[in-house]
């Protein structure tokens, strides 16, 4: 059992709750016994898993999971105390694991299947969080981060995404790169802006297409809207001008969501 917070492993656990780090060693920290037994339920890759039996509510049954998946070196053992020193939760549960950031590519998204969501230079990790969320439950499964986005393994990210991370693909890309691809295949792109002319709930969706969302500040700027192949609105009827993204997001996925199920 590890009891010693200058274990060099237990310290790379509180340095991964910073970004540089986790750019630098493509890896980031995940904490919690649901978030854990998805990653392994999915075969995410996983570096190592820190667990107390003590803080674990069934630990018995936990480790006889874990241990049926993992090679025993990818499990350690640790104190109370050594754990609480790294948690990020105000009562953790005892489980926690280094995980390998998964990327994907433009080259390895097909024309066929479900839509995409792109966002352009989203800043809170909450909202990419629970649009991570929403894709998943809609069937949508792949994500696009343009630009300068907010980092989808940061710890807020990752707990608004409920697990969702090992469901979604994840793809980091430039705007211009973006545009060639959706040429290339002949697919039409939808953005939003409070501009628009049509309402969200007016328009035909496309069996796949790229729902393109913008910045929580800026929206979309005047070279993203000249690209889509067409513009939607969500009325507002109160004083507020804009809705949250992640919000928004859910709001149109749910509208192409619900198209294709009438269809059926």
Known sequence: ?????????????????????RDETGWYYLEGPR????AVSQKAAI??????????GDAKD??????ADLRPDQLLEVSPETFRGFSTKDGPKGLAAVLHQEWASLSEMKPEGLSWVALSSVANPGNLGTILRTCDAVGVHWLILLDRST???????LRAGMGT?????????????????????????????????QDYHQVHYPSNCILLMGSEREGLTSEQVEQCDQLVGIPMAGRADSLNLAVATSVLLYEMYNQKRDKK
């Open 62 to 67: 936990f480790l006889t999971r874990l241990s």
């Open 1 to 21: 059992m590890i009891t010693s917070p200058a274990n060099p492993r237990i310290k790379m656990l509180r340095k991964l709750q910073n970004r540089k780090y």
């Open 47 to 56: 570096e190592y898993v820190v667990v107390c039996p003590e803080l674990i």
């Open 165 to 197: 991370h090992f469901s979604v693909k994840i793809v980091k890309a430039g705007f211009g790169d973006l545009v060639d691809w959706k040429r290339a295949h002949k697919i039409k792109m939808i953005g939003t802006s409070d501009r628009a002319e």
């Open 151 to 157: 980092d989808p393994y940061d710890p807020t990210a």
């Open 35 to 38: 978030h854990i037994l998805e």
